[in-house]
């Protein structure tokens, strides 16, 4: 597809280039040099569109018409699709021709949406059908066209009856041609149903078209179009293609189509002037989020961190607040703030810390965790033990003080002497852990407690 010389200049080496086909290429080229010393680099070559593709479209359209009237008994809406891009995509319809020739100032087109639509009515017509040609026309340069033939049955009252006149099986039949009233022949069905055998019957189920608020079938089930999206989407062959989002600072839009798009309103730190948003200019060097409602009406809505909003200006918060017992504090500007842990002994309560409550009437001291009130009891008063966080009231001989690991043989007398171990075991446990409860012997009308 492309080549190159030894001065590095790339040429195109094939005619077959086709955008449509591969918009990108990417190519690997090679510099070496005398020594054998090579190096490489990446080359993109993109490939520009040039209207090379007439609109094309899908399928040829029909429709009835009742004699003096102006709008047709389903609208007709035609359309075509342009493979190019940009300015070689955009199609406009206008009418070209008909048949019977001389019948082109009864019908129009909108240039942009393919709305096909009665301007003069047809009135005591001799023919039973006109066939309207449409052209679809590119903007590109230069322009490029297809045409379409849109086949309309012209119904006058001679030919028309009402489902009331209709046998049974007409049923869902919006217009029938009674030439033979005794043999009437449905041409039209209602929306939802489709000709069969010259019956009117059910559209089998589909799947919604997403983002469609209101959808519309053709009398033969096989096509379904979009004819109004959602806000925020538009009508594209049929379905809704979501609109494109021009900038940043656009909240609510409409759009018609992915060139034609109109912001209805803005994020904050933006304002809107006419379609699109603008940037709100900023107040100062301290100020974080604005709002305005123009270049000239602007307010600070928040400040940087640190500082807070007083008196029409960014001002420094006060000195840094406590909560008592809490030992990491969070705050939200100023003047908002709360406790994320407290110290040993307290936990969270909403904003601040509080005591961990005492799980029972013998307990001294609790420690719970910094979040849950939920506390186990770590010390104990005297005349009762600590067993599994809770403390048990000491009844006397065959009782179970606290246990505290020991050697096997301690000095009893001395430590009696001393501390009074016999009779006051919690408080050797408290002050000489290594020998609590490890007497064998004690004084005459003390029993041996553990």
């Known amino acids: 597809m492309f080549s190159i010389d030894s001065s590095g200049l790339v040429t195109v080496a094939s005619d077959q280039l086709d955008r449509e086909t591969k918009s990108v290429y990417y190519i690997s080229v090679e510099a070496t040099d005398p020594g054998g010393l090579k190096d490489t680099a990446q080359l993109t070559v993109s490939i520009t569109d040039v209207n090379d593709n007439a609109p094309v479209f899908r399928r040829d359209y029909d429709g009835y018409l009742k004699e003096n009237e102006t709008s047709f008994s389903k609208p007709i809406i035609v359309s075509a699709t342009d493979a190019d891009i940009g300015v070689n995509a955009q199609v ?21 949406t393919g709305v096909l639509s009665v301007v003069v009515p047809l009135m005591n017509s001799d023919t039973s ?38 046998r049974h099986n007409f049923t869902n039949c919006e217009l ?27 559209c089998p189920p589909c799947t919604p078209i997403l983002h469609c608020e209101e959808e519309e079938t053709s009398s033969s089930c096989l096509f379904r179009r979009c004819s109004r999206c959602e806000q925020g989407f538009y009508r594209k062959a049929g379905a809704c293609e979501v609109c494109p989002r021009p900038h940043a600072g656009c909240r609510d839009l409409i759009c018609s189509s992915a060139t034609d798009v109109h912001c209805t309103s803005c994020y904050p730190s933006f304002y809107l002037t006419g379609n699109t948003c603008s940037e709100c200019p900023q107040t100062g060097p301290d100020c974080q989020q604005v709002e305005c409602t123009g ?103 065959g009782s179970t003080p606290s246990q505290c690991a020991d050697h096997p043989k301690a000095d009893c007398a001395s430590l009696q002497a001393s501390l009074n171990v016999c009779s006051e075991p919690s408080t050797a446990c408290h002050y000489c852990p290594r020998y609590c409860n490890m007497c064998d012997t004690c004084t005459q009308g003390m029993p041996i407690i553990g």
Do not use: M
Request: aromatic fraction near 8%; charged fraction near 15%.
């Open 92 to 112: 406009r319809y206008s009418i070209s021709r008909t048949y019977p020739i001389g019948l082109d100032s009864h019908f129009a087109v909108d240039g942009v």
């Open 129 to 166: 059908q006109v066939v309207v040609s449409v052209r679809a026309t590119d903007s590109g340069t230069p322009p490029l066209f297809s045409d379409v033939n849109v086949t309309i049955s012209l119904l006058t009252p001679a030919r028309t009856c009402r489902e009331t006149d209709c």
């Open 176 to 202: 029938a041609r009674c030439e033979d009233p005794a043999h009437p022949i449905c041409v039209l069905c209602r929306g939802g149903h489709t000709l069969f055998h010259g019956q009117c019957r059910a």
């Open 295 to 397: 270049p000239r009406q602007v307010t600070c809505t928040k400040c940087k961190d640190g500082l807070f909003f007083f008196n029409n200006q960014c001002t420094a918060c006060p000195s840094t607040i406590l909560i008592p017992d809490c030992v990491d504090v969070a705050r939200d500007g100023c003047f908002k703030h709360w406790c994320r842990k407290c110290a040993p002994g307290f936990f969270i309560s909403g904003t601040v810390c509080d005591v961990c409550p005492l799980p029972d009437a013998g307990c001294q001291v609790a420690e719970c965790n910094s979040s849950s009130s939920y506390s186990n009891c770590v010390r104990c008063f005297h005349g009762y033990h600590l067993q599994g966080g809770l403390c048990h009231h000491d009844s006397g001989q």
